[in-house]
C-alpha cells in the first residue's frame, strides 16, 4: 500500500465534532499550521496550512473528551486528499485531509495530564495469568482520574503511578 503519511504540529482552529455512526464513532478537528519564517531580518508568520483531521472508534472518543479549540497539537496520520476553495472574493486556500493514526498535545507549548483510559470489565473467562503486567511483571494497577487536588500544583502524580511507569 503506498499511503503518504504525514505529520505536523498546529492548533485546533475549531472545537472537535464526535458524532456516532453505525460502524464507528468519528472525530473532526480542523487544524491550522502557521510556520514562522525569516524575512529581511526578522520573523514573520508564514501561511498557514490548514488541515481537516478525522480520527476514528477510541481515538475519536479521545480527542473528543481531551482536545478544544485553540490548543497546541502533534498530529501524525495518512494524507488521503487535497481539497482547494474560495470564498466569495477571497483568495483560494488548500485544506488537507488527514485520517490520524495518533494525537497528541505538543509539550513544546505547555504541560498535560495524561489519563490512561480504563479497560471494559473482565469477565470470568479471564485468569489473573491474563491480566496486563508491568516491565517487572507485577500487574498494572488500574488507576482513577486524578481529582483537582493531586492537579493542583501543576505536576503532582497520581499515587502509584510512578511504582509502575516504565
Known sequence: MNDTSITFRGYAGTDVRHRETRDANVATVRVASTPRVRKDGEWVDGPTTWYAVTAWRTLADHLR?????????????????????????????????VEALVVGHDLNRGISHFIKAKRPESGPQDSPVDAPTSGSGAPVPDLEEPTETDLEGGGAEVEGRASWAA
Do not use: I
Open 65 to 97: 473528551d481531551s482536545v478544544r479549540k485553540g490548543d497546541p497539537l502533534v498530529v501524525h496520520g495518512r494524507l488521503l486528499r487535497t481539497e482547494t476553495w474560495a470564498p466569495e472574493g477571497g483568495a483560494p486556500s488548500t485544506t488537507l485531509e
